[in-house]
Antibody
């Protein structure tokens, strides 16, 4: 079964840092680009960051550029999102997603991990 | 970058059909989109991709009563024989050649 399991969410103060992880199983992780998508409370979906299959290319939304860093360890089937200088507007559920090999849409979603930014 | 426009809500009776629309912005009328379903309190789930030709390809396990179609800049998701579990938010997604991804604002479907 194809599965993505996120971890690392929690409560952090404004200006703080947090690292999210996503462990993949049921498919060849190293063959896929991977992304993080977030959803603020009561809001819609927003692509946050993405990374190519070999880690050589990355994507960041303007809202997180310079503050977040995406990375991956193909030997551990794990995707990471290092989040820094966190703001209240970063508070959201963060979903790990797999990008389709054929096209550019997200074809597998994790269950999400919640990030709360509050003093 | 592309913009996707969706109606905020739609409703239909149990067992009937509902057709959701996702409209691509100018200059992107031939683009492919994907539909995702998000049931209350759950993570989104990929449903299908829909091409400008109207061809659609569903994800694994998506029931036959879900179908896609297209007309001009509009991409559609039709749910036939509406069930209670279809009550959810539905988002469309697309991307452009510069590596920008966008979601529509989502349509909340209510089963009456």
């Amino acid at each position: 079964e194809v599965q993505l399991v996120e971890s690392g969410g929690g409560l952090v103060q404004p200006g703080g840092s947090l690292r999210l992880s996503c462990t993949a199983s049921g498919f060849t992780f190293s063959g896929y680009s991977m992304y993080w998508v977030r959803q603020a409370p009561g809001r819609g979906l927003e692509h946050v960051s993405g990374i190519s299959s070999n880690g050589g290319s990355t994507y960041y939304a303007n809202s997180v550029k310079g503050r977040f860093t995406i990375s991956r360890d193909n030997s551990k089937n794990t995707l990471y999102l290092q989040m820094g200088s966190l703001r209240t507007e970063d508070m959201a559920v963060y979903y790990c997603t797999r990008r389709s090999q054929a096209e550019y849409y997200m074809d597998v979603w994790g269950r999400g991990t919640t990030v709360t930014v509050s003093s | 970058q592309p913009v996707l426009t969706q109606s905020s809500s739609a409703s239909a009776s149990l067992g009937s059909s509902v057709k959701l629309t996702c409209t691509l912005s100018s200059g992107h009328s031939s683009d492919i989109i994907a539909w995702h379903q998000q049931q209350p309190g759950k993570a989104p789930r990929y449903l299908m991709k829909v091409e400008g030709s109207g061809t659609y390809n569903k994800g694994s396990g998506v029931p036959d009563r879900f179908s896609g179609s297209s007309s001009g800049a509009d991409r559609y998701l039709t749910i036939s024989n509406l069930q209670s579990e279809d009550e959810a938010d539905y988002y469309c997604e697309t991307w452009d050649s510069k590596g920008i991804w966008v979601f529509g604002g989502g349509t909340k479907v209510t089963v009456l």
